[in-house]
Every structure is written in structure tokens, then in C-alpha cells.
């Protein structure tokens, strides 16, 4: 069992280190001024996939657990900075 979940972690972090890495690359590309950025995205790499298993457990299917976290990166990535700027 714990050689199923390592494998996934190493798996899932390896994933979001390349996503992460473009993303570091498109922030420095076009010279976004936030010292420490990259920090963030450091952050994001190991801490991403630890929430996404913690929350799946909550749910009573993989499937609505899926469905539930996008739910909510949508309303906090997307809807939510519109209406801050809005505000």
C-alpha cells in the first residue's frame, strides 16, 4: 500500500514540477515583477498532490471528488480574481 501512494506522489509531483517549470519560465519571460515567485510554485509542487489525495478520501466516489475539486479551482482560480478586480 505504501508503495502504491509513493508511487503516485513521486509520480504526481514529477508532473506538476514540469507544469511548474513552464510556468516559472513564462513568469520570468515576461517579466513579471513578484520576488520569490518561484517559491510559490515550489510550494505548490508538494503540497498540490497531499490535497487533492486528502480531499478524494471525503468524497464517496473518485468520480464526484474529481468533480468537487474542479468545482472549486474554478470558482478560486477563475471566478474568483474576477471579482476582486471588479470589487
Do not use: Q, R
Not at 516559472?24 to 489525495?53: D, E, Q, R, T
Not at 480531499?55 to 479551482?73: D, H, N, Q, R, V
Amino acid at each position: 500500500m505504501t508503495a502504491y501512494w509513493l508511487g503516485h506522489y513521486i509520480a504526481d509531483v514529477c508532473i506538476c514540477s514540469l507544469l511548474s517549470a513552464v510556468s516559472i519560465a513564462a513568469y520570468y519571460g515576461f517579466g513579471i515583477k513578484l520576488p520569490n515567485g518561484w517559491a510559490l510554485f515550489l510550494v505548490m509542487i508538494f503540497s498540490n498532490p497531499v490535497f487533492l489525495y486528502f480531499f478524494s478520501f471525503l468524497m464517496p466516489t473518485e468520480e464526484s471528488g474529481s468533480l468537487a475539486i474542479k468545482i472549486m479551482y474554478f470558482l478560486f482560480g477563475i471566478i474568483a480574481p474576477i471579482a476582486v478586480s471588479i470589487l
